[in-house]
């Protein structure tokens, strides 16, 4: 089954370490987005890329990386620059235009 | 700065009551818009989507939304709401094609028996 998989669920960060969450897609999609979702924010971008070996800063990109050098991958680094990690992180993919295919997420917090 | 507002914060209704969640957004042009529920412990789903058209868009369980061009919102409506329609809502932007996808901050919707 075609589909978008985020791992892992649950990820403890320590402090100034850096972490790595995975996500992956196998619909053929060129889009690919990195959310961070808080109480009361709904969900703020932090990088999207449309095609592969380019990406975009979304709202919030300090403190986070990412790489695109597959088309079905796209994961997300959170540095020890971010001071304030705790959330919950979504992945979503896309054809243009078309809606967003979200991943189940993955629930990040501080150790 | 662009952004997708959605001014009300928290909702509660009665069940088999109206419903109407405001969207603004302040693109210049007109963008790509959507709808998305969330509801508790479930991941994301469209709702709705608006391109070009017609104005009034139909969506899945019962849901509409009216795009209006000269007050720049997609508000999202339901005739009578039911108690599984307790859930969080967000409206969505893209600008253009191959552009990013902008959530509105999310309008929690409670639901009274």
């Known amino acids: 089954d075609g589909g978008i998989t985020q791992s892992p669920k649950y990820l403890f960060r320590k402090e100034g370490q850096n972490v790595t969450l995975s996500c992956e897609q196998n619909?053929?999609?060129?889009?690919m987005y990195w959310y961070r979702q808080d109480p009361g924010q709904g969900l703020r971008l932090i990088y999207y890329?449309?095609?592969?070996?380019?990406?975009q800063k979304g709202d919030i990109a300090e403190g986070y990386s990412v790489s695109r050098e597959k088309k079905e991958s796209f994961p997300l680094t959170v540095t020890s620059a971010q001071k304030n990690p705790t959330a919950f992180y979504l992945c979503?993919?896309?054809?243009?235009?078309?809606?967003?295919?979200f991943g189940s997420g993955t629930q990040l917090s501080v150790l | 700065a662009q952004s997708v507002t959605q001014p009300d914060i928290h909702i509660t209704v009665s069940e088999g009551a109206s419903l109407e969640l405001r969207c603004n957004y302040s693109?210049?042009?007109?963008?790509?818009l959507f709808w998305y529920v969330q509801s508790p412990g479930q991941g994301l789903q469209l709702l709705l989507k608006?391109?070009?058209?017609?104005?009034l868009v139909q969506g899945i369980k019962g849901f509409e939304a009216e795009f209006k061009r000269s007050q720049s919102s997609f508000n999202l409506r339901k005739p009578s709401v039911h108690w599984s329609d307790a859930a969080e809502y967000f409206c969505?932007?893209?600008?253009?094609?191959?552009?990013?996808?902008?959530f509105g901050p999310g309008t929690s919707l409670s639901v009274i028996p």
């Open positions: 979503a993919s896309s054809r243009p235009n078309e809606k967003l295919f």
């Open positions: 619909l053929n999609h060129d889009a």
């Open positions: 890329s449309q095609i592969v070996n380019d990406f």
């Open positions: 693109y210049g042009a007109t963008p790509y």
């Open positions: 608006y391109f070009s058209g017609d104005t």
């Open positions: 969505a932007v893209e600008r253009t094609s191959y552009d990013k996808v902008i």
